[in-house]
């Protein structure tokens, strides 16, 4: 193995959790919607090594790396649509609605 992968990896790793430590935590669920979009990198590069490798063990490794990215992705963009709906404004039940005005003149049906 290469000692240079080997530096940059644990570099990335103490760099990502330093960023991700410092930020608020009202910014988390969009900071990690937009990290899980970016893991489409990780698709492509999946793909890649999947067509340009000759070894079986390459190419396995290369299918769960693409097979998990795609669960990042997918589960990344579901969150974030859960959190927009979160801020969408509330449109009364019907019922509610047709109940309002008995409420609210105090006549009780």
Do not use: C, Q, Y
């Not at 570099?11 to 959790?17: D, M, Q």
């Not at 396995?60 to 959190?83: C, E, K, P, Q, S």
């Amino acid at each position: 193995m290469d000692l240079s992968l080997l530096v940059v990896f644990v570099l990335a790793s103490f760099l990502g959790f330093e960023l991700i430590s410092k930020v608020p935590a009202t910014l988390h669920t969009p900071l990690m919607s937009g990290s899980n979009a970016i893991s489409g990198i990780t698709i492509v590069g999946a793909i890649l090594v999947m067509g340009e490798t000759g070894s079986p063990l390459a190419k396995w490794v290369g299918f769960a790396a693409l097979v998990l990215a795609t669960i990042n992705v997918v589960g990344g963009f579901l969150v974030t649509d859960r959190m927009l709906e979160m801020f969408k404004p509330r449109v009364p039940a019907p019922e509610a609605v047709a109940s309002a005005p008995e409420a609210s003149n105090g006549v009780k049906a």
